[in-house]
């Protein structure tokens, strides 16, 4: 059975999505970061390119095309995890989310689609529930192997900066977009309480985040030994060559890198690892929920939650005391 059949429409397409998307980009892109733009952007002219491609007109999306929609998804594209034979529930929440805020938009814009889009319709739309998947955190054997891996990088400036990044992600919790968006002014070593202060972090908040002994020393050194004389606005961190901003496929590689030197297994190796580890570290510490809800920079309590359930065996002993934390 056609698309078409299947909405039962007798009327030709009206509003195609693509300009639409493009609209709504354009008229929210101060709402989010410029990572956050372009996954939003993403995920949008993907739907877009589906409905215009079947001629499915911005006013007949509803929840049956958006389930239709993501169906595709599973049966087309391919999972970029490895080891993974489908897109993951979270991705597909992912889409939804992108489409829903879309949709949303153009239910209250005045000017053109609040004419062609019904704000009950999009509420209707829902989200697929995400799959609980425990992910491991890195033990202290672990993280002393990544160490060690370390000074086989091909330099000592290298060996530096990557002892930086893992104490630096091990020791503030921050996401690797964010690592690699610091320039040497947020880093504050100077201060009487050093921390690192995360610009613009995922929905455009600014936090800052205290360091520890450690992480300050390992930090105080690279800057002094391979950042001196830079300007404040100059990356923290910068790639091979020293001359650009270091990206998250660089981290992303390195922690690959390292992984495979230091013979880790049963945990993946990469920089969300990390802050999961230090999530997971500061909760066995009793550290307050709220409160490291606000070092991850989440949203909600809802999602550090989340980041508790990966103690795996000890999940159940913490269980009370989130559950306390919520009350």
Same mark, same amino acid.
């Given at each position: 059975?056609?698309?078409?059949?299947?909405?039962?429409?007798?009327?030709?397409?009206?509003?195609?999505?693509?300009?639409?998307?493009?609209?709504?980009?354009?008229?929210?892109?101060?709402?989010?970061?410029?990572?956050?733009?372009?996954?939003?952007?993403?995920?949008?002219?993907?739907?877009?390119?589906?409905?215009?491609?079947?001629?499915?007109?911005?006013?007949?999306?509803?929840?049956?095309?958006?389930?239709?929609?993501?169906?595709?998804?599973?049966?087309?594209?391919?999972?970029?995890?490895?080891?993974?034979?489908?897109?993951?529930?979270?991705?597909?929440?992912?889409?939804?989310?992108?489409?829903?805020?879309?949709?949303?938009?153009?239910?209250?814009?005045?000017?053109?689609?609040?004419?062609?889009?019904?704000?009950?319709?999009?509420?209707?739309?829902?989200?697929?529930?995400?799959?609980?998947?425990?992910?491991?955190?890195?033990?202290? %054997?672990?993280?002393? #192997? =990544?160490? +060690? *891996?370390?000074?086989?990088?091909?330099?000592? &400036?290298?060996?530096?900066? $990557?002892?930086?990044?893992?104490?630096?992600?091990?020791?503030?919790?921050?996401?690797?977009?964010?690592?690699?968006?610091?320039?040497?002014?947020?880093?504050?070593?100077?201060?009487?309480?050093?921390?690192?202060?995360?610009?613009?972090?995922?929905?455009?908040?600014?936090?800052?985040?205290?360091?520890?002994?450690?992480?300050?020393?390992?930090?105080?050194?690279?800057?002094?030994?391979?950042?001196?004389?830079?300007?404040?606005?100059?990356?923290?961190?910068?790639?091979? %060559?020293?001359?650009? #901003? =270091?990206? +998250? *496929?660089?981290?992303?590689?390195?922690?690959? &890198?390292?992984?495979?030197? $230091?013979?880790?297994?049963?945990?993946?190796?990469?920089?969300?690892?990390?802050?999961?580890?230090?999530?997971?570290?500061?909760?066995?510490?009793?550290?307050?929920?709220?409160?490291?809800?606000?070092?991850?920079?989440?949203?909600?309590?809802?999602?550090?939650?989340?980041?508790?359930?990966?103690?795996?065996?000890?999940?159940?002993?913490?269980?009370?005391?989130?559950?306390?934390?919520?009350?």
């Amino acid at each position: 059975m056609s698309h078409l059949n299947i909405l039962k429409k007798d009327i030709p397409p009206c509003i195609p999505v693509r300009p639409a998307v493009s609209d709504y980009l354009a008229a929210t892109k101060r709402r989010r970061n410029a990572y956050s733009q372009k996954g939003y952007a993403q995920r949008l002219y993907c739907f877009a390119d589906w409905a215009d491609g079947l001629q499915v007109a911005l006013e007949w999306i509803d929840a049956g095309v958006v389930d239709q929609f993501l169906d595709h998804l599973v049966t087309t594209h391919t999972p970029k995890k490895k080891g993974a034979t489908q897109l993951s529930s979270a991705t597909l929440s992912g889409f939804c989310t992108a489409i829903k805020s879309f949709l949303l938009w153009a239910s209250h814009d005045r000017a053109i689609y609040g004419d062609f889009v019904e704000e009950r319709t999009v509420r209707g739309i829902v989200r697929p529930k995400i799959a609980f998947i425990i992910i491991e955190s890195f033990s202290p %054997e672990q993280i002393r #192997a =990544l160490l +060690v *891996a370390c000074d086989d990088e091909e330099n000592e &400036r290298q060996v530096a900066r $990557a002892k930086a990044i893992i104490h630096l992600l091990l020791g503030t919790g921050i996401r690797c977009q964010e690592c690699c968006r610091l320039t040497l002014s947020d880093v504050r070593t100077q201060d009487e309480n050093p921390s690192v202060l995360v610009r613009s972090g995922k929905g455009n908040k600014d936090r800052k985040i205290p360091l520890g002994p450690i992480t300050l020393r390992k930090i105080q050194y690279y800057i002094s030994t391979y950042r001196a004389n830079q300007p404040g606005s100059a990356p923290l961190f910068t790639n091979r %060559e020293g001359k650009e #901003a =270091l990206t +998250v *496929a660089g981290v992303e590689q390195l922690m690959q &890198r390292l992984g495979q030197k $230091a013979s880790i297994t049963g945990v993946r190796c990469s920089p969300h690892s990390l802050r999961h580890t230090f999530a997971c570290t500061c909760i066995k510490r009793k550290m307050s929920i709220y409160a490291l809800s606000k070092l991850l920079g989440h949203s909600s309590v809802t999602m550090t939650e989340r980041y508790c359930r990966a103690l795996g065996a000890d999940f159940d002993a913490l269980a009370e005391m989130v559950q306390g934390q919520l009350r």
